[in-house]
């Protein structure tokens, strides 16, 4: 049966809800509140004064080969995987060429045998260092990479080195759950531990491949989703902002400033303290248990520094990432990514260019004045950037919700006809683009299942 169905808010996973709803031959109508399709993973256009337009984007973002819903649905909506996103092997070293990467030999070995061969060959390491990651790894794996609800990532990794977890897990934590280890749930790390490395990859990679987005990232997916969903009837309304939602006899009253319509079924796809003020306001009990739920998470900011400089030396790393050493207030940013505008690959960026480079402070608390001074002497010292210009900060202050242990996470069902979407939904993955797509899908898979608003009495 056809539905009209309404998706509120048009990130990736409201954009994922509104593909699969239109696959399933549902009329589909997107109301985003800004202009710019994407959420937080959305392209930024900036028009300097007295200088050339520039497109950065919201923050660095990376994938992984096993984002296979994410991979699978950008390549259903026509994007060339292999044009926008530049495939490298796990490899998190530092600019000194220090850190854990997969030797050239050891990368068309299975995985997880090219995980070991990069844990053996990692440089600076000891034998110590080494020995005590792999015997961690075992026990994970012997236990079925699952631990306790309370445990931390920090006790999860007690009995590894120093070095090991200043160079692999404090990075790997923080990359992939925006938390610090002694604060992150080591249930969620040893789930994407466990699909990065033993799950299914997105032919032609593998799942712990790297993959660094080529383009910026409304050309990785939301232009892409857009066009396909346009060509397909959808109807989309940028910069309407849902203001509310009431009951309508059998169906859901969607109220915007200058639309008012009903709908048989709504996929809420909002960040998750929109959500909540949205669904507090219904008079259902499922949904006052729900918005509180999701108004009890906690937020994480991360803030990307976009920089200019000479590089005197070029560019310190093989690929366009490299891992930098943090110590939170002095040296913010963990990781920093060569901007693909700026000359398209590191193997190409001379040594006399002016690249721009992003670095990336995860789980970040300065304020912009002393994170811009940190991070400009953090790209002089470990990258060897000269005179770096800061060309623009973003600071997005609820990146992802704080990855706790035991979190409790609010589920895909709010009320009967309502389900909701986002990264923040109950799910094995971090607040990351694969859990925000996997739950998009979900939602739209769950009308299809349910039907719509009449199964609830209107109160
Ligand atoms: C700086 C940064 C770096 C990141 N790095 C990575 C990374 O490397 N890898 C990774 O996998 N993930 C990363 N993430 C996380 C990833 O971006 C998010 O998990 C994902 O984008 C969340 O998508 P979403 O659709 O759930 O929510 P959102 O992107 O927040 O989408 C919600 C949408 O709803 C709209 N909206 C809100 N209120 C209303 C309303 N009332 N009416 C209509 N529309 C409304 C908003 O405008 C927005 O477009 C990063 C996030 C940030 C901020």
């Keep these: 049966m056809s539905l009209k169905v309404a998706v509120i ?6 954009l994922a809800a509104a593909v699969r709803s239109v696959e399933r031959g549902h009329a589909v109508h997107v109301f985003e509140a800004s202009r710019q399709w994407g959420g937080r ?36 909506v026509g994007v060339s995987l292999e044009s926008v996103l530049l495939p490298m ?13 997969t030797p050239a030999w050891a990368r068309r070995w299975p995985t997880p045998l090219d995980t070991l061969a990069s844990v053996i060959r990692a440089s600076g390491w000891t034998w110590t260092d080494r020995w005590s990651f792999i015997q961690a790894a075992r026990r994970w794996q012997r236990q079925g990479f699952q631990c306790l609800p309370e445990e931390t990532v920090a006790s999860l990794c007690e009995g590894v080195t120093q070095r090991v977890h200043e160079d692999l897990i404090e990075p790997l934590c923080v990359a992939a759950l925006n938390t610090l280890a002694h604060h992150a749930s080591g249930q969620v790390f040893l789930n994407v531990l466990r699909d990065a ?27 892409a ?40 079924h709504v996929i809420l796809a909002t960040h998750p303290t929109a959500a909540a003020q949205m669904v507090s306001r ?21 803030a990307t520094v976009y920089l200019q400089g000479d590089l005197p030396q070029g560019w310190p790393g093989q690929y366009p990432m490299l891992a930098l050493r943090s110590r939170h207030a002095q040296e913010p940013a963990q990781f920093a990514f060569l901007h ?11 040594r006399s260019a002016q690249p721009r480079v992003a670095l990336v402070a995860s789980a970040c608390r300065l304020d912009r004045e002393a994170l811009e001074r940190a991070v400009c002497d953090q790209a002089q010292e470990q990258l060897g950037i000269r005179s770096p210009q800061v060309v623009k900060t973003l600071i997005e202050k609820q990146a992802t919700f704080v990855c706790s242990p035991g979190l409790q996470r609010p589920t895909l069902q709010v009320a009967a006809g309502l389900t909701a979407a986002g990264d923040y939904i109950e799910s094995p993955y971090p607040a990351t683009l694969e859990a925000a797509v996997r739950s998009g899908l979900a939602a739209a898979d769950w009308v299809e299942m349910h039907g719509h608003a009449a199964a609830e009495p209107a109160p």
């Design 9 to 14: 808010g048009a990130g990736w996973a409201g």
């Design 41 to 76: 993973a959305r392209r930024v256009a900036l028009h300097p004064a007295g200088n050339a337009p520039l497109t950065l984007d919201n923050g660095q973002h990376i994938l992984i080969g096993a984002y296979t819903a994410t991979l699978g649905l950008m390549r259903q």
């Design 89 to 101: 092997p796990l490899d998190l070293r530092f600019a000194d060429g220090t850190g854990l990467y």
């Design 197 to 223: 490395l033993l799950g299914a990859g997105t032919p032609p990679w593998r799942s712990s491949q790297l993959l660094v987005p080529n383009a910026d990232l409304g050309r990785l997916f939301p232009d």
């Design 225 to 264: 989703a857009v066009h396909w969903l346009l060509a397909r009837g959808a109807q989309l309304h940028p910069g309407q902002r849902v203001s509310g939602l009431s009951r309508h006899g059998h169906q859901w009253r969607v109220i915007t400033p200058s639309l008012d319509g009903t709908y048989d």
């Design 282 to 302: 219904l008079a259902e009990s499922s949904a006052t248990t729900w918005a509180w739920v999701a108004s009890q998470l906690r937020h994480e900011a991360i």
């Design 340 to 350: 693909p505008g700026s000359s398209g690959s590191a193997a190409r960026c001379s």
